[in-house]
């Protein structure tokens, strides 16, 4: 499987940005995406992840409601809509595949697969 994530950009504190997190390769349907993200010197954060269907999704604590994830399994995609953005979610920001039944979201060990990141910059 290969991601690629894109979308970032530099935004103002309070806008709105629409992350994508594209995959290549075969049975795209039966993994979790997550997205993590990193400032640098800092430990890589767990953000948003969805199951295989799309039924179950989960949050880092930090989202507050703020972001929403859906996923397009026709497309082979998985959007990340982040809204209210503040300066502290500036970093980089990766897609992580995982095939693992039962996988844990928020642990970036469960995930097999990376793309290159997007970076997003908020400015206050």
């Known amino acids: 499987v290969q991601l690629q994530a894109s979308g970032g950009g530099l935004v103002q504190a309070g806008d709105s940005l629409r992350l994508s997190c594209a995959a290549s390769?075969?049975?795209?349907?039966?993994?979790?995406i997550g997205w993590f993200r990193r400032v640098p010197g800092k430990e890589r954060e767990f953000v948003a992840a969805?199951?295989?269907?799309?039924?179950?999704?989960s949050f880092g604590d930090f989202v507050k409601g703020r972001f929403t994830i859906s996923r397009d399994n026709v497309k082979s995609t998985v959007d990340l809509l982040m809204n209210n953005l503040m300066p502290e979610d500036t970093a980089v920001y990766y897609c992580g595949a995982s095939p693992r039944p039962g996988w844990k979201a928020g642990r970036a060990l469960e995930y097999d697969w990376w793309g290159p990141g997007t970076l997003v910059t908020v400015s206050s």
């Open positions: 969805i199951n295989w269907s799309g039924a179950s999704t």
């Open positions: 390769g075969r049975s795209f349907e039966t993994y979790a």
